[in-house]
């Protein structure tokens, strides 16, 4: 089943000599329980991609459909619903509230969104993740692969159609790197949850099912790759 479609997005950044296309016409489908790894050099556009398919930014042309929403219709009230409940965005940095404890830290979202968070699905995303024992701690009193583990469970607790995750592992030592991207992959797997990730870590995307490299804008190859 689809869950995302892009339809000739073009993504044109300043006017003039300053203008940069940073996205060139790009047509892309991607199927619900896909892990996807997206490449290619600095400035190709992978993050802009990225932030399109969040909804956070607007193409310049071209259609985007994430499940049944059309994103460049959205106003920006419902751009930020969408944004809230349909996409999970996991960066470098994991952008966790200093001051709030992990569990208040995972919990957020649902409850600006007065929504009652599933108890049984939270304890299964803690316990999975490790952060059992953590919830109570402030984020300063985690290490950076518990911190991203906190934010990735903050992501998936609203089961969103999609999970974006723009270099996760880019500040973390290897064992960390390696511990996130598990806990991804069983994401991926135990809970069917769509990941689409960029990564300049080439051992990072041969974990993925599918391998796009983006280059001037443009996708250059998209090749899938067998499990196991
Ligand atoms: P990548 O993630 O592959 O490094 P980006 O998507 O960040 O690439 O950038 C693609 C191109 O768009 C680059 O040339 C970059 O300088 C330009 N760009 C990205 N964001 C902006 C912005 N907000 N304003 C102007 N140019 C931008």
Redesign the pocket.
Known sequence: MEILKCEGIT?V??TGE?K????NNVDLSIDKGEFVA?V????????????LLGGV?KPTDGKMWVEDTELSTLNPTSAAIFRRRKVGLIYQFYNLIPTLTVRRNILLPMLLDKRKPDQDYFNQIVESLGMKEKLDCLPSQLSGGQQQRTAIARSLLYRPALLLA?EPTGNLDQKNSREIIEMLKLSNKSLKQTVVL?THDEKIALEADRIIT?ED?KILSDKKLGRG
């Open positions: 993504k950044y300043g300053n940069v296309t940073a996205l997206i290619g050099s600095s400035g190709s556009g992978k993050s802009t991609l990225l932030h930014d723009d960029i983006i804008g």
